[in-house]
């Protein structure tokens, strides 16, 4: 023994195992150092530390065999076996550091679930790896610098219109209103915003309006370092406002050198009054604020008032006819009884009507017509024609997009509107909706990890949506995953979503009599308002004379949920069924479809 521990001290084996591992620990605090300010994934450690550690017993090795040749010195062969770690280490950190996450589009930060089944679940969100396009930009909301709150409806229209105005240049990306408007009084840096929402380059301003006066500043910023590519300032009357709106997006075109759409089919888009009313399109900005708050009832019936003003101050102003349709469909789907709920549509329908006769060519128009056909007349195929031309006529438009993928899941083609999705989230990085139709359309085709990660990512960006958890508990079920599921139904807030879910989780448990008794809570508080979900419940059951019952029974109750029943794994179960086929007569829709039942 002492024999081999003289030779140990012979070969210096300790000494180099010693300065091996400080070396080691130097080079790793250093690599932390620099992961963690540019955003490389763990890979990248975990791969170092592995490669750190074969060379720890190659150096062991080496140590042994020149104390056995009774040198100490590194000569050619060690140089090369050296400098074959560093770079298989280079290449790792390359391969991981370069490909990391696009924010928003390849990857999501899930959080960490309590049920420890969902360990091995993927991060990855789905889609390519999408680098930055030097011709990209995002308009920030422009600061109200008014003095009156009442005034930001204004400044946010003067960013919507510049929004919509770059969109009609071909081969510059441009970011939704959706994400750009989450940055609203950002204390980010221009380097982190342009990273999250995936572009080269940030529109930053601000707007004061006083009586008949408008100042208006604006500044193009490169987002990596902040540098200013072009900044202007305008002190103009209000009545110049479409021609200031102009100026600024020509200069900003122009700095990106950036061209208008050539796309065949394509039309210029715009929210302006025909007239050049300013008082219709300043009614006109306040509706939109309203509608897309609408967070209660009286926000919908005031963006209502005021798009009938903008209609009454210029009676051919279309786009404010296809808001008003849109806010009368949402107050019909949301808040009113049947019987007003009815003539709320037929509203609506007016209103869609006179939006494209007025401009057959505005995309928003097609877009609420094929709402108006599904949500009131479940109209499915009416409404894919006008999502597919409202694509045609706007196609930098993420939302246009959204409404066509929705049309196409609906007549069973889920793969087709994932990547529609993937299209709407490069320019709508932020975009919760699109994540939850991920979620859901990957689910019915089976990918049950990529759908909880992007559900994962639509709750991680609007955390107090309810609703969207419900899909978390859904694809837990759809995943057998009983005890996930029932941890997520349990936390919903009392009332009939947290029902419906407990009634459906419940059915993979091991308690029978509580399944039986949930369901039968289920049927008792909302048989007239959940009709479709309790045919699932039957599907889920393997009943299928019951699922059929309660089929039948939304259809009466012109259920919106039998929109999902061809992307829906449940009631898939009985897809070979007549009774099938026969209700997808009856509805009018196909009877095949991409999705997969589940077994």
Known sequence: MNEFFARL???KLVQWGIAWVAFAFALLQGIDIVATRFDWPGAIERYLILALVIGFFVVLVLAWYHGEQGRQRVGGTELLIIALLLAIGGGLIWRF????????????????????????????????AMSIPEKSVAVLPFVNESGNKDEQFFSNGLSDDLITAL???????????????????????????????????????????????????????????????????YDKPYRDLFKLQDDITHAVADALKAKLLTTPGAVVQSDRPPSGSLAAYNDFLQGKFYSERSSTESDLRKAIGYFTDAIHADPRYARAYAELAIAWGGLAGNYLDPVEAAQAWDKASEAVRAALSLDPDLAAAHSAHAFVLEAAYFDWMGAEAEDKHAVQLAPNDPAAKRGLAASLATLGHPVQAIVLLRQAVAADPLCA???????????????????WSAIH????????KGWMTIWLAFIDTLRGNATAALQVANGLPQGHWRDMMLAMVSQIGPDHATANAALQTLIDKQAGTSAYQIAEIYALRRDPDNTFVWLDRAWKNRDA?????????????????PRFAAFCKKVGLPTTTESKALP
């Open 457 to 464: 990512k639509a709750i991680q960006l609007q955390p107090g």
């Open 9 to 11: 001290k012979q070969r």
């Open 561 to 577: 949920g039998i929109a999902y029943l061809l992307t829906d794994p449940l009631v898939l179960r009985y897809k070979d069924d």
């Open 97 to 128: 550091g370069v490909t990391a996450k696009t924010p928003g589009v390849t990857q999501a930060a899930t959080p960490a679930m309590p049920d420890m089944a969902h360990a091995g679940t993927r991060d990855a969100m789905p889609g390519p």
């Open 167 to 233: 969109s009609q240049f071909g081969g510059l990306k441009v970011i939704s209103r959706n994400s750009a408007f989450q940055f609203r009084d950002s204390k980010d840096s221009s380097a982190a915003i342009g990273k999250r929402l995936g572009v080269a380059h940030l529109l930053e301003g601000s707007v004061q309006r006083a009586r008949d006066e408008v100042r208006i500043t604006a500044t193009l910023v490169n987002a990596t370092d902040g540098t200013v590519l072009w900044s202007q300032r």
């Open 433 to 451: 909706e699109c994540y939850v139709g991920m979620a859901h359309y990957l689910s019915s085709i089976g990918e049950f990890p990529e759908a």
